[in-house]
């Protein structure tokens, strides 16, 4: 199932994606589910769209706005879409995060690359699934986001560039990666202090013998009572 915009009333309907590409060209994935978002803000929700698409392991996200002048907000929940709910349909709506089938494990980031710009992004996978995703477009304009890969944050790297990029985008976010810790490096991990050998220590002090031995030890004043 795929979605087409309708530029004018906002709405959509069964049909096949199309979405605009780098220079001018057009996209049109074979996909095997698809789902539709508008943004949060009522002040551009039927001016910007979202088209979320997976096919196997493959995942993109087209987002498009569809007037002059900026636009700035969040893409977090799909429009309603009926969904078979027993004998019948009912109403739901789905996240982004669960359309896109994106973990939202505290050390997981995603690398994204946009096709329009040719810039990747960094995302947090437990910030998309609770704040959904920050997107800001020129009169016109649209990202296409594809070539999701998953990161795995174990020592904190990822985090750090983030934090430097500060949500702007980069050429290449593995180059961006070197270029920070060449800077910054990662803090090494304190040196781990030599275990003491016990066993040399009481072989040790058994060698040594008693200090005491062959002094007289008799008590001076229990001698002189003798």
Request: proline content about 5%; aromatic content about 8%.
């Amino acid at each position: 199932m795929s979605y087409r915009t309708r530029a004018s009333a906002g709405c959509t309907r069964r049909g096949s994606t199309r979405c605009c590409g780098a220079g001018g060209s057009s996209l049109a994935p074979t996909v095997s589910a698809s789902s539709t978002w508008c943004a949060t803000r009522a002040a551009w929700r039927k001016s910007v769209f979202a088209y979320a698409n997976v096919s196997g392991g493959d995942r993109s996200l087209v987002l498009y706005h569809n007037r002059w002048g900026d636009a700035a907000g969040r893409i977090r929940d799909s429009v309603p879409f009926a969904a078979r709910d027993g004998g019948g349909r009912s109403l739901r709506r789905q996240a982004l995060h669960e359309a896109l089938r994106l973990s939202a494990a505290a050390d997981t980031w995603y690398a994204v690359r946009d096709l329009v710009s040719g810039q990747e992004y960094l995302f947090e996978g437990a910030a998309l699934a609770r704040d959904g995703l920050w997107c800001a477009l020129d009169a016109f304009g649209c990202q296409v986001l594809l070539d999701w890969r998953e990161l795995h944050d174990h020592d904190g790297r990822w985090r750090r560039l983030a934090d430097a990029l500060g949500g702007r985008p980069a050429p290449d976010l593995a180059l961006a990666l070197a270029e920070l810790e060449r800077r910054t490096p990662l803090p090494e991990e304190p040196p781990t202090a030599p275990e003491s050998d016990a066993g040399a220590d009481d072989e040790d002090a058994a060698g040594a013998g008693d200090p005491l031995e062959g002094a007289d030890r008799t008590d001076p004043d229990t001698a002189a009572k003798r």
